[in-house]
């Protein structure tokens, strides 16, 4: 798997690889959700000298609820479509590239590896034609643009998640568990849902 990834990785030219060239773009979210989640979690929209540590906010970063909201889309296996308008939607503000790359004022170490954990995920669940990009009769720009939407579709999906637990209950998020509570549900069904698949095959 790891040389498989590598040569994925290569698919670009010989200065480049594709995971550098994803890095550099900046993906979307619908605005709908940047005062209902991104701001009620995190430091999204402050200025790195504004004091938000005594508003409770348990995400720094704005990428870091988007990072949240990816991967419960990816674990719940579902994806939403942005809004076609392009007034309802915006970038996040910061290219995949610097997510995660320096200690967090929330007292976090970098973690950088995420992003190849991310890019992992996306190649992975990607409808993409490799052999045609290695021939040239498609580009890597394509094939970057085809990874961001697969992206923002699962943090799209998250986010109405996210939306709808915190409509429920405004300090949903605020307790030490909830995310971890949250994957783990989904990781429990996801198993539960694969076992009743393989005993019905051997049936």
């Known amino acids: 798997m790891a040389e498989i990834f590598d040569d994925i990785e290569e698919l670009v030219k010989k200065d480049e690889k594709l995971i550098d060239k994803w890095g550099r ?27 938000t540590g005594a508003k409770g906010k ?22 939403i479509p942005l ?7 915006k970038g996040l503000g910061q ?6 790359n320096l200690d967090s004022k929330k007292f976090r170490k970098a973690y950088p590896n995420l992003r190849s954990y991310i890019f992992i995920a996306l190649v992975a669940k990607t409808d993409i034609d490799w ?5 040239g009769i498609i580009d ?34 605020f307790s030490n568990r909830a995310f971890l509570d949250m994957f783990l549900q989904l990781t429990d069904k996801g198993l539960e849902e694969f076992t009743q698949d393989e005993e019905i095959e051997e049936l």
């Open 25 to 51: 773009r900046n993906p979307r979210f619908e605005k709908q959700y940047e005062q209902s989640v991104m701001r009620v979690i995190s430091d999204y929209g402050i200025g790195a000298s504004g004091n």
């Open 131 to 135: 052999i045609a990009l290695d021939k």
């Open 140 to 173: 890597a720009s394509t094939v970057v643009s085809s990874l961001i939407k697969t992206m923002e579709e699962y943090a799209n999906y998250g986010f109405s998640v996210m939306d709808e637990k915190l409509r429920e209950d405004k300090g949903y998020f």
């Open 83 to 89: 809004s076609e308008d392009a007034d309802d939607v």
């Open 58 to 79: 348990i995400l720094g970063a704005g990428y870091e609820p988007y990072i949240m909201a990816f991967f419960i889309g990816l674990y719940a296996n579902k994806r």
């Open 95 to 100: 290219p995949l590239q610097y997510w995660g």
